[in-house]
């Protein structure tokens, strides 16, 4: 059993005194745990626990109680009815444990939680019902785990989520409907898992998602109907992936747009109509972008791209890696050298 020392009760002389953080680091690099108590610390809105590194879950906790830690462990079970007693917890950080599996119960009487933070555990699935009282829960995170599949029943009681991640997974595929009822969303971080393709309507839920993170995929096509309807979106990353083929909305139709990051991808060309690419207006706010590391062909079917680039060639990143590949004549020069050309705009370093 896990004990509780309430964080005033250790003295300078006491043996929890001399015991640092890096130690509990320690036990858990040899795989050992820390008999030592929890650590409670009294606050104006409530209690924070926090326990490092410990042998099992504490059996007991303060009502009061507003945020639990119990991390950089080796625990690999949870209590079902370990938060039962505290109505009033907004924050559960549980990362880097060992978790597999969570009881479906675990977060009921919690409806006031706002922060689940279960990276680094070894979760492959979740239980039907575990989300459905946390509608106030704000930020979810699931990253670094096991997980291959996504239920898209899972996530429909959080209407208050705003930061969702699910990076660092296994997950092959999304299921239609992930992000129904999630209108609050505004992060989304689906990076480093395997996807190939995307449902069309992914982000149909979302009214005000602001980043989209879906780098280190395996995404071969990235379509207009899988932003829709997102006008609002500031920060695209599709680097890594192994895109062909980009729709023009990405650089047409996203007017709040502050970072786009298409780098080492196998983008050929982009065909942007200049007419659209003349109608648009540069944000004040300028816009970084990345189209680094791609075999571009340059030649007359790029010259909307041309355009493009010469209209936001402020923000444009890593631009002695962004090459022509082909025709041969042109292979090895700078993209922003032959929107140059095309365009008269000069090269601004």
Known sequence: MTCLV?????????????????FFLLLLLWGLCSPEPCVVTPGEK??????YAPCEAPLTLPADTVSLSLEFSNLTHLPAHLLVTVPQLLELHLSSNRLEAL???????????????????????????????????????LKGNRLEALNATWLRPLEALEHLDLSGNRLG???????TGLG??????????????????????????EWLHLQGNRLREFGARQLEPQPGLRFLFLQD?????VAPAV????????????????????????PDVRRLTPSPEGLDFDLSGNPWVCDAALRGLYLWVCLH?????????????QPEARRGQPLLDMASENWGASRRR
Do not use: I, K, Y
């Open 103 to 141: 009881a479906p119960e675990l977060l009921m009487g919690t409806e006031r939680l706002q922060v689940l933070d279960l990276t680094g555990n070894r979760l492959s699935d979740l239980p039907p019902g575990l989300f459905s009282t946390a509608r106030r829960l704000r930020t979810l995170v």
């Open 46 to 51: 409530g209690s924070s626990v926090v326990c």
């Open 6 to 22: 309430p964080a005033t009760a250790q003295s300078p002389g006491s043996p929890m005194h001399g015991l640092s953080r890096t």
């Open 241 to 245: 992936n192994r895109l062909q083929a």
């Open 313 to 325: 060639q402020d923000g444009m990143l890593s631009r002695n890696e962004t090459r022509c590949a």
């Open 184 to 209: 609050a969303l505004r992060v989304l971080d689906l990076s480093e898992n395997r996807l190939e393709a995307l449902p069309p309507e992914l982000l149909r839920g979302p009214r005000s998602l």
């Open 173 to 179: 595929w999304l299921p239609s409907g992930l992000l």
């Open 251 to 274: 650089f047409l139709a996203l007017p709040g747009l502050r970072a786009l990051d298409l780098s080492n991808n196998s983008l050929r060309g982009v065909l942007l109509h200049l």
